[in-house]
Nanobody, 126 residues
Framework: VQLQASGGGLVQAGGSLRLSCSSS????????LGWFRQTPGKEREFVAT????????VYTDSVKGRFTISRDNAKKTVHLQMNTLKPEDTAVYYC????????????????????WGQGTQVTVSS
């Protein structure tokens, strides 16, 4: 398993969770990383991405100002801090990784990513 996501759970609306994704990939520091989410019957939705140098940070509009993506290359880990959670944030959250050059753009499509974690369930109750 190259990516392992954790940190999901059940939280009340307005609460916070911090998702983590650890990687065993040797190329982690040269990878772009992303978080996606999916609900039953829907396509996987982009949430956030971060470039190899912690640049190129992009969020989907619905989470701007509430979620923060960060990475720790020394620990080969990417985090998603989720604050002020809403019931509509309920989903299975997936981390993803792909090799990236320094001048790479922000990757916001699921098809851009080659490696995926197993997903962690986030449930926000109203």
């Amino acid at each position: 398993v190259q990516l392992q996501a954790s940190g999901g759970g059940l939280v009340q609306a307005g609460g916070s969770l911090r998702l983590s994704c650890s990687s065993s990939r040797a190329m982690f520091s040269r990878s772009a990383l992303g978080w996606f989410r999916q609900t039953p019957g829907k396509e996987r939705e982009f949430v956030a991405t971060i470039g190899r140098n912690a640049d190129n940070i992009v969020y989907t509009d619905s989470v701007k100002g509430r979620f923060t993506i960060s990475r720790d290359n020394a620990k080969k880990t990417v985090h998603l801090q989720m604050n002020t959670l809403k019931p509509e944030d309920t989903a299975v959250y997936y981390c993803a990784s792909r090799d990236a050059i320094i001048t790479a753009p922000a990757y916001v499509r699921a098809s851009d990513y080659a490696y995926w974690g197993q997903g962690t369930q986030v449930t926000v109750s109203s």
